[in-house]
């Protein structure tokens, strides 16, 4: 059992999310969180000292995290494109080092658990001996209905294989590539295997406008891009029909920043999460997800690094900075605080995971980290943690401290 205490304790609970000189006590999870708590000695963590729940990455690829300057950014069928044609080399070259350091990357950032969408299933070893908490979303891909049965039983294996090293720190999740990507017969079957073993799901929705024009007229670049690719003339399926497959399941969009309002309607009566990603969006220059919007629908939304296929950084800090940076009709004090909610308590409850906030019960996922002055105004302190914070001094997973 141990007692940290530290000058300011973010709890983000629905109330009292800022304690003022407060102690945290656990061992495996939370046991009591204030001030004077019992005998135990307080460690405590230093001046201008942080505590607060751990953070949660709820959308990678690091598949391909071996992407440096080989991909093409700025156009997204352009990046696509190039994603397609360096797919297996990326995927080769990312071997033991190359997961390791972003495993690192992440640790280091005071992530505690993040969301892996796997494609080949070649990730899997590298990810069962990590110190990190993982879901492990098995993705399905493949519209073409000639080979739809081979896709669904290499689908199958991959996900039973994965199911195999289940444990408190690892659990299998779902993919659904994209509505575009998936041929709705392939949809129905996973979904149905979610649905029945209770799974969180996550799939790519509406992150171009390319996306857009296809699903709603199939008209536009993706047109050309099925027709080379994969011999398909028209869309399968539409969006809301998309939408309305995963009623019943915990489900996250990833990106939705050409979705509309019925769409965001959608999301929101069936309980979905929206998922985030700006640095991602803005390399493939897709345009900016409305945040206002979507927090006025209801939405939980959580913000992610999506892999280095799309992004230079697994660090969260870094992303949620970008974010605060580019939502310029947002005031960012109050900002500030909804994109620590979306790294914290909206990405655990994404990903169905019992942290992500500090209270009793709650799994003792932890970060510390000190900032370089005294804040005085007391409503900056969320602002000032993003603009001051890359790295972490302590984190603590199920009460373990992990080393940096």
């Known amino acids: 059992m141990l007692k940290l205490k530290a000058d300011y304790v973010l709890t983000f609970k629905e109330k009292s999310d800022i304690l003022l000189n407060a102690e945290v006590l656990f061992d495996k999870k939370i046991i009591k969180v204030g001030y004077n708590l019992d005998e135990t000695p307080a460690v405590y963590l230093g ?25 093409k950014y700025g156009d997204f069928i352009t990046w ?75 689908f199958l294996a991959r996900l039973e294989n994965s199911k195999k090293y289940e444990n408190e720190k690892f659990k299998t999740g779902i993919s659904i590539h994209s509505p575009y990507s998936v041929h709705p017969v392939l949809m129905d079957k996973v979904i149905d295997i979610a649905k029945k073993e209770e799974m969180v799901m996550q799939t790519h929705f509406m992150e171009s406008n390319a996306e857009r024009l296809w699903l709603d007229q199939g008209k536009g670049e993706f047109k050309l891009f099925f027709e080379q690719n994969f011999k398909l003339s028209h869309p399968l399926i539409k969006p809301i029909e ?15 920043v050409h979705a509309n309002e019925k769409e965001l309607e959608e999301i929101s009566n069936i309980k979905g999460f929206i998922s985030h990603c700006p640095i991602s969006n803005r390399l493939l220059n897709t345009g900016l997800l409305n945040l206002e919007n979507v927090k006025n629908k209801l939405i939980d939304y959580s913000v992610a690094t999506d892999g280095k296929s799309s992004n230079y950084s697994l660090n969260l800090f870094k ?44 799994d003792a996922d932890l970060i510390s980290f000190k900032l370089p002055e005294k804040v005085n105004d007391i409503d900056n302190l969320f602002l000032q943690i993003i603009l001051h914070t890359n790295e972490v001094d302590y984190l603590y997973i199920n009460g373990e401290e992990i080393n940096l």
């Open 47 to 71: 001046k201008n000292s942080v505590l607060m729940p751990a953070l949660i990455n709820n959308h990678t690829h690091l598949e391909f995290s071996s992407n440096k300057t080989t991909l």
């Open 80 to 154: 696509l494109n190039s994603v397609i044609q360096n797919r297996e080399n990326l995927f080769t070259k990312c071997n033991s080092k190359c997961y390791k350091d972003s495993i690192n990357e992440m640790k280091k950032s005071g992530i505690c658990a993040f969301g892996e969408i796997s494609s080949s299933g070649n990730d899997l070893k590298y990810l069962t001996k990590q110190p990190l908490k993982v879901v492990y979303f098995n993705e399905i891909i493949g519209s073409n209905p000639a080979v739809a049965d081979i896709l669904y039983q290499d």
């Open 319 to 362: 992303e949620i900075r970008a974010a605060l940076l580019m939502q310029v009709e947002l005031h960012p004090k109050y900002l500030a605080k909804d994109l620590l909610k979306a790294v914290t308590i909206n990405a655990a409850k994404s990903l169905g995971l019992n942290n992500g906030s500090i209270e009793p019960t709650k």
């Open 242 to 256: 998309f939408i309305q497959k995963f009623k019943d399941t915990k489900t996250t969009f990833i990106h939705c």
